[in-house]
């Protein structure tokens, strides 16, 4: 479930709280001008970027736009085509062979719940690995969250896209084959099992959508955390360190170089930052002072 806070996040976000706790000032340890760390949802709406107290002034400050992936990268024809081919399960693999009649029918009926209404049935989705369907679920899972939903108005590509109207280039903090890997290559067992799961628990998990959807739009990151490592419906140890935790410690590393030299606006899934091993404590446990931005 944090790849709705990472990855495949989808709350819409209204930003109401003086004190910002999803923008950080970055500062101290040499650098010679702030950078800023921004915990996003991957589908939250643009008009975030005016909500956000200091967001809008942050991305006319900064040198980069340092985003998970970059996104004329992610949206290029030729990383369409690898994310789409990473989706496809090889002919032996398919759903109806990865479960049996009675997990498939388990599957089904909570597909059905979601999609439905679209005319779509998971005989159709029948190719795609497991993680393909539980992330377009977990999207349709939190979509009742807000209103007027739309996928091409997303907060993370839109602060790219405003920092490059003003000149300024943005980069991407891992690669779109890291992403895919991350994804859709891991052992097709697991990925069924997690789906069934997650199926099986349908209802937990719509609770726990709805306790992230409150901890972000309270902007309130230790929540946030709390919901993200419950021991009841968090992921295990073992997913949190894939999903999280290594690539934090990747991208501090990177930041490290980076900022000295360009002042930076960082933009990552909101479930990166809280924690011992989140992004921010492990800038500070380099010797950078990190402080929630206040206007």
Same mark, same amino acid.
């Given at each position: 479930? /944090?790849?709705?806070?990472?990855?495949?996040?989808?709350?819409?976000?209204?930003?109401? #709280?003086?004190?910002?706790?999803?923008?950080? /000032?970055?500062?101290?340890?040499?650098?010679?001008?702030?950078?800023?760390?921004?915990?996003?949802?991957?589908?939250? #709406?643009?008009?975030?970027?005016?909500?956000?107290?200091?967001?809008? %002034?942050?991305?006319?400050?900064?040198?980069?736009?340092?985003?998970?992936?970059?996104?004329?990268?992610?949206?290029?024809?030729?990383?369409?085509?690898?994310?789409?081919?990473?989706?496809?399960?090889?002919?032996?693999?398919?759903?109806?062979?990865?479960?049996? %009649?009675?997990?498939?029918?388990?599957?089904?009926?909570?597909?059905? /719940?979601?999609?439905?209404?679209?005319?779509?049935?998971?005989? %159709?989705?029948?190719?795609?690995?497991?993680?393909?369907? #539980?992330? %377009?679920?977990?999207?349709?899972?939190?979509? /009742?969250?807000?209103?007027?939903?739309?996928?091409?108005?997303?907060?993370?590509?839109?602060?790219?896209?405003?920092?490059?109207?003003?000149?300024?280039?943005?980069?991407?903090?891992?690669?779109?084959?890291?992403?895919?890997?991350?994804?859709?290559?891991?052992?097709?067992?697991?990925?069924?099992?997690?789906?069934?799961?997650?199926?099986?628990?349908?209802?937990?998990?719509?609770?726990?959508?709805?306790?992230?959807?409150?901890?972000?739009? #309270?902007?309130?990151?230790?929540?946030?955390?709390?919901?993200?490592?419950?021991?009841?419906?968090?992921?295990?140890?073992?997913?949190?360190?894939?999903?999280?935790?290594?690539?934090?410690?990747?991208?501090?590393?990177?930041?490290?170089?980076?900022?000295?030299?360009?002042?930076?606006?960082?933009?990552?899934?909101? @479930?990166?930052?809280?924690?011992?091993?989140?992004?921010?404590?492990?800038?500070?446990?380099? @010797?950078?002072?990190?402080?929630?931005?206040?206007?």
């Amino acid at each position: 479930m /944090k790849r709705i806070i990472t990855l495949l996040s989808v709350v819409l976000v209204v930003c109401t #709280s003086a004190q910002s706790q999803l923008l950080w /000032k970055v500062s101290g340890n040499g650098l010679l001008r702030p950078s800023y760390i921004f915990g996003t949802h991957h589908m939250a #709406s643009s008009s975030m970027i005016d909500q956000v107290p200091g967001l809008a %002034q942050a991305i006319e400050s900064c040198d980069i736009v340092m985003g998970e992936v970059e996104q004329d990268s992610l949206l290029s024809q030729e990383a369409q085509s690898r994310m789409a081919q990473a989706m496809m399960a090889p002919a032996d693999s398919t759903l109806d062979k990865l479960f049996s %009649q009675s997990e498939y029918r388990t599957v089904e009926k909570v597909f059905n /719940k979601y999609f439905s209404t679209m005319g779509v049935k998971l005989s %159709q989705m029948n190719m795609l690995k497991p993680n393909a369907i #539980s992330t %377009q679920m977990q999207a349709m899972q939190a979509i /009742k969250y807000f209103d007027n939903f739309n996928a091409a108005d997303q907060i993370d590509m839109a602060v790219q896209t405003r920092a490059s109207q003003e000149g300024k280039p943005s980069a991407g903090l891992e690669s779109v084959n890291e992403q895919i890997d991350l994804l859709f290559n891991t052992p097709l067992t697991e990925q069924a099992a997690g789906l069934l799961e997650a199926c099986r628990h349908d209802d937990n998990f719509q609770e726990q959508s709805a306790a992230l959807s409150e901890a972000y739009m #309270s902007q309130d990151l230790e929540r946030l955390y709390a919901v993200m490592t419950d021991a009841t419906t968090g992921d295990s140890a073992e997913q949190m360190e894939r999903l999280i935790y290594s690539r934090n410690r990747r991208w501090a590393e990177k930041l490290t170089h980076i900022m000295p030299e360009r002042a930076s606006l960082v933009c990552v899934g909101a @479930g990166h930052l809280p924690g011992d091993q989140g992004l921010l404590q492990l800038l500070r446990n380099a @010797g950078y002072t990190v402080t929630p931005v206040t206007q």
